[in-house]
């Protein structure tokens, strides 16, 4: 059974950066794509930003040029580089990761880490 172990979350000042880590606990067969979603308390789990197997991104609107994606393909690890937070991007974060094949697809999710960001 595959775990996405989630890490560095935390409370933050508003304008601080931090920076999210998720790695697999062994290596996942065929990873298409990596991301991370948020959900903030009374709302739906949304998509913060994500990356494919060859490196291509995307970003919600509302996180573009604040906050990059990156992955390593050998540790089977996404991180989250987030920077000038603000108190609306306190969120529960979690990590996911699509993997697929021509006949089958499995999707993992993290357990989430908290980010909170006070003004």
């Known amino acids: 059974q595959v775990q996405l172990v989630e890490s560095g979350g935390g409370l933050v000042q508003a304008g601080w950066s931090l920076r999210l880590s998720c790695a697999a606990s062994?290596?996942?067969?065929?990873?298409?794509?990596m991301g991370w979603y948020r959900q903030a308390p009374g709302k739906q789990r949304e998509l913060v930003a994500g990356?494919?197997?060859?490196?291509?991104?995307n970003y919600a609107d509302y996180v573009k040029g604040r906050f990059i994606i990156s992955r390593d393909n050998a540790k089977n690890t996404v991180y989250l580089q987030m920077e000038s937070l603000k108190p609306e991007d306190t969120a529960v974060y979690y990590c996911?990761?699509?993997?697929?094949?021509?006949?089958?697809?499995?999707?993992?999710w993290g357990q989430g880490t908290q980010v909170t960001v006070s003004s």
């Open positions: 996911k990761i699509d993997s697929a094949d021509s006949t089958w697809r499995r999707i993992y």
């Open positions: 062994r290596s996942i067969f065929s990873i298409k794509t």
């Open positions: 990356i494919t197997s060859g490196g291509i991104t």
